[in-house]
């Protein structure tokens, strides 16, 4: 599913997650080497599928130290961020880098699980997830990639109080300093925005179901 390149930035919103319909586990762009993610700017994000039950380990499926820091989370951490989270939308990322762009990006996302690469530290903690290759992959692709990412955190603090489990900072936007969510007690947001009906619609439907890589 591709968001057009000229479209708003402000007209992409969690709804386009929640509704998305392709979608490819990590093991299968790993298997294909992102062959068929189209090379342009955009966003990516990983959920959970349907039936699958998130539990954090104390390890990763990827590399434990880069240097000379340890990149583990604590897994009760985890799990507390988690469970205050939409239990759905685990990250949330962006390839704005004009030789950065989708395949590039999401074939270091998917190396970077599999311990053969150190350049996605964002998003680390999804490899503390047991069976974590059976996520989902998702992507958009839009011009203003950096824009866009910046107003799905934000929209996603504003809802739920807290950042998905794997988003650790949140974008600047509209000059705001850079901040950090999710570190203490999740409460929910009074200024969060009811979603429409469509977007409830879709999230009652159940978690998306796994499927090959997205052409």
Same mark, same amino acid.
């Not at 434990?64 to 990250?91: M, N, T, V, W």
């Not at 009074?190 to 499927?211: Q, Y």
């Given at each position: 599913? $591709? ?10 919103? @969690?709804?386009?997650? !929640? #509704? ?9 762009? !790993? ?6 993610? *189209?090379? %342009?700017?955009?966003? !990516?994000?990983?959920?959970? *599928? ?14 434990? %130290?880069?240097?000379?820091?340890? $990149?583990?989370?604590?897994? %009760? ?9 939409? #239990? #759905?939308? @685990? ?14 990006? @999401?074939?270091?996302?998917?190396? !970077? ?22 996520? $989902? ?15 799905? $955190? ?21 000059? @705001? ?31 998306? #179901? ?6």
């Amino acid at each position: 599913m $591709l968001i057009a390149m000229d479209r708003d930035p402000g007209q992409v919103t @969690l709804c386009n997650i !929640y #509704k998305h319909e392709q979608w490819s586990t990590v093991v299968a762009l !790993y298997n294909s080497n992102c062959a068929h993610v *189209p090379v %342009e700017k955009g966003v !990516y994000f990983v959920v959970v *599928p349907k039936d699958f039950e998130v539990q954090f380990s104390a390890k990763t499926a990827a590399i434990e %130290e880069h240097g000379g820091h340890l $990149l583990l989370y604590p897994a %009760e951490e985890l799990a507390r961020r988690f469970q205050a989270s939409d #239990k #759905k939308i @685990l990250y949330i990322g962006k390839a704005s880098g004009e030789n950065n762009r989708l395949r590039q990006r @999401l074939s270091q996302l998917v190396r !970077y699980a599999y311990g053969e690469g150190h350049n996605h530290l964002g998003g680390r903690a999804l490899w503390q997830i047991c069976n974590a290759h059976q996520l $989902l992959i998702g992507y958009l692709s839009c011009e203003q990639s950096q824009q866009v990412e910046a107003n799905l $955190l934000h929209e996603y603090v504003n809802r739920f109080g807290i950042l998905p489990v794997a988003n650790w900072q949140l974008p600047n936007i509209n000059r @705001l300093n850079t901040a950090s969510y999710g570190i203490g007690p999740a409460s929910r947001s009074v200024s969060a925005k009811t979603e429409d009906s469509a977007c409830n619609k879709s999230r009652k439907g159940g978690r998306p #179901k796994g499927g090959s890589a997205a052409r």
